[in-house]
């Protein structure tokens, strides 16, 4: 028998960053910045990286960091991304 070495499957959490990053598109679209402007202004300075993260393309998603910086350049309370 194998055991349960977490609460929350693998699926789970892909959903779950999958959701912070859309939050994350959406404020970002509403106040019309690009993510260029953004990865430059939270220190990210490959867009690459920055899209491939909003985009959870090849297993890259945003760090806790990453989120709070976000939350700082679009004046809004990080709770809104969850």
Known sequence: MQEKLSNATQEEILEFYKNVSRKIRSLRE???VSQLDLALDIGIK???FYSNC???RYGKHFNLEHCYK???SLNVNIREFF
Request: aromatic residues 0%; glycine residues 8%; charged residues 35%.
């Open 46 to 48: 490959s867009i690459a």
């Open 30 to 32: 509403e106040r019309g």
């Open 70 to 72: 976000i939350a700082k």
């Open 54 to 56: 909003e985009n959870n």
